[in-house]
């Protein structure tokens, strides 16, 4: 009864610690993101691309999507500005584990077993610049499919950050019906070369 007592205390404690620590993550990223407006304006986005899909008439489709390119444009700049911030944040504030589920401590000693922050957003800002020029032609239906999985892979890393890998998971999966891995596979490949490289390195990316 003893052992089970302590147990218990234990767990509590640790999950305190936890708990914690994820707020003190989810406070930091939140004052990188105030002075921008880059979560309205990807719920904008989204949003305006899923208006497009739903229109039957071709034309009709592509206005509604060039409407889009203004927001498109702002965002890729002040995602860029968010990164060049965000790069001033200690080495050690900016440790994501690999671990699926979040542990206290775990950034702090073994610093092996996590990425860079400040190195994904860099991934994340470039891919979704990428998308809002259009390096790739794609047209316009294509184009926004690809935008919009840069943005929800954005947001993943921002859960994970704040949380971990699974309640990243899980949630991009409530909110958007959207698996990680169909996420993963649908971003532009100069993005998933680079974002497997740093959060899961020895995993082969598709070309």
């Keep these: 009864m003893d052992s089970f007592v302590l147990l218990i205390v234990i767990a509590l404690v640790v999950s305190g610690i936890n ?29 305006g691309y899923l208006r497009a899909m739903g229109e039957q008439d071709a034309e009709r489709r592509a206005q509604v999507l060039g409407l889009q390119q203004a927001s498109e444009v702002q965002l890729s700049e002040q995602f860029e500005r968010l990164v060049a911030d965000f790069r001033r944040t200690p080495a050690a504030q900016a440790r994501v584990s690999r671990l699926p589920i979040s542990l206290p401590f775990v950034p702090r000693l073994f610093p092996a077993a996590c990425f860079d922050m400040r190195a994904l957003l860099a991934i994340h800002g470039e891919g979704i610049a990428r998308a809002a020029r259009n390096d790739l032609q794609l047209n316009a239906r294509d184009r926004a499919f690809m935008m919009t999985a840069e ?9 994970w950050f704040c949380k971990s890998f699974s309640v990243a998971s899980a949630r991009v999966l409530a909110r958007h019906q959207t698996h990680y891995a169909q996420i993963v596979e649908s971003v532009s490949p100069q993005t998933r070369r680079a974002y497997l490289a740093l959060v899961a390195p020895g995993r082969k990316s598709t070309p």
């Design 19 to 47: 708990a914690q620590q994820q707020r003190q993550r989810i406070a930091l990223l939140g004052r990188a993101l105030k002075p921008y407006q880059v979560e309205q304006l990807m719920a904008s986005l989204i949003e």
């Design 151 to 159: 943005l929800l892979l954005m947001q993943h890393s921002c859960h």
